[in-house]
């Protein structure tokens, strides 16, 4: 059922009224019942890219979190976005954190979630993808570890095994702040060694791409892209939500823990995005994450470094109309700038 795109923006500025978890749960669920917003897609051929040898039809990607257990992939690509990251999947099901684990900052256009890897598990979400048709747009996997394995790393080459035949992409994700010891695989050694296994785990020449936290010091930030650009990975997404409180926020809301989105994150995240531009010059592709509310913050990631861009957290204020709005708005920045594509604007503003 084709719902008019006003009715449906509508329906998602209501859902905001209600527990975020229930209203995330009856989003799923609409898509997944046929429900769709009528949407035109953005068709542009200036916003096609090529990236780690996959074709995207444009650069704006829809992040993990969203669609966690491979429930409606097709039908998010339908709203215009170039690329869907499903996920995260751990081997094991797991409930994730207790709740209440998600907190609304309404007036700074922000999320912090502490969610933890909910979801269904490999087996399921492996067969939902195995039954999906491929021919409808590139999707990807982002690969989590279970809270209670020792050993994280065989977690990921477990769920890329399974996975590979039956997604576009997979993503590294050693950068949620919700997992216990997580992040400590960003350091120098476990991450040279988290890679090096993952990727010797592949049959073929699925692109992986590594997805790493914002909240790094500069030290962090030279180790990681000399594993980058020495490991052999495919793309590195920057960056995953922050730990930090940035001023503003409201102080009841802001004592929560767990990772920050939304708005207050874009500074941070582009800042760091431009720093692994420089230290890699080009030599792994970047994806840029974090605060995407605009074409305008679109087309900033894009001119520091970034060859796909993707968002979430304003999906949940801005409603199901934001991808074909940013990509309309896209490429209006790109002419009036003389880029005749997505590709020649990357890094333009370094």
């Known amino acids: 059922m084709k719902l008019p795109l006003p009715l449906a923006t509508a329906g998602a500025k209501l859902l905001t ?3 975020p978890e229930q209203a995330h749960r009856l989003t799923i669920r609409a898509l997944r019942t046929g429900f769709q ?6 068709t542009d051929k200036r916003l096609a890219i090529r990236v780690a040898g996959l074709n995207f039809p444009n650069p704006l990607g829809l992040a993990a979190g969203f669609d966690k257990n491979a429930e409606v992939a097709d039908e998010v690509l339908a709203l215009g976005f170039g690329f869907v990251e499903v996920g995260a999947v751990t081997p094991k099901p797991q409930p994730g954190n207790d709740r209440p684990r998600v907190f609304r900052l309404k007036d700074q256009n922000a999320v912090i979630n502490r969610y ?3 979801n269904d598990g490999l087996a399921l979400i492996t067969q939902r993808l195995q039954d999906r048709d491929r021919s409808g747009g590139i999707v990807g996997i982002n690969l989590g570890a279970n809270k209670t394995t020792e050993d994280k790393a065989a977690d990921y080459v477990t769920g890329l ?3 590979e035949p ?3 992409f997979a993503t590294v994700n050693i950068s949620s702040p919700n997992t216990p010891g997580l992040r400590t695989l960003q350091g120098r050694a476990p991450l040279e060694d988290l890679l090096a296994r993952v990727l010797s785990a592949r049959t073929g020449t699925l692109p992986v791409f590594l997805k790493i936290a914002p909240d790094l010091t500069d030290e962090d930030k030279a180790d990681i892209a000399a594993v980058a650009k020495t490991s052999g ?5 920057v960056s995953n939500t922050t730990i930090t409180r940035p001023d503003g926020l409201d102080p009841d809301l802001a004592k929560e823990a767990g990772g920050l989105s939304g708005e207050p994150l874009f500074e941070l995240s582009t800042a760091v995005l431009k720093d692994f531009a420089v230290a890699l010059g080009g030599a ?3 994806i840029g994450v974090g605060g995407v509310s605009s074409a305008k913050d679109a087309y900033a990631k ?6 796909l861009v993707q968002l979430y957290t304003a999906m949940v204020y801005e409603g199901p109309g934001l991808p074909t709005q940013i990509l309309r708005g896209l490429v209006d920045y790109l002419q009036a700038d003389g880029f005749t594509s997505v590709e020649d604007a990357v890094g333009k503003g370094i």
């Open 302 to 307: 894009i001119l520091a470094g970034a060859s």
């Open 116 to 118: 933890g890897f909910n």
């Open 284 to 286: 792994v592709p970047l």
């Open 37 to 42: 917003p009528a949407v035109k897609p953005v």
């Open 233 to 237: 990975i495919d793309g590195l997404i």
């Open 17 to 19: 009224t209600i527990d």
């Open 166 to 168: 039956h997604v576009d």
């Open 161 to 163: 095994q399974a996975l």
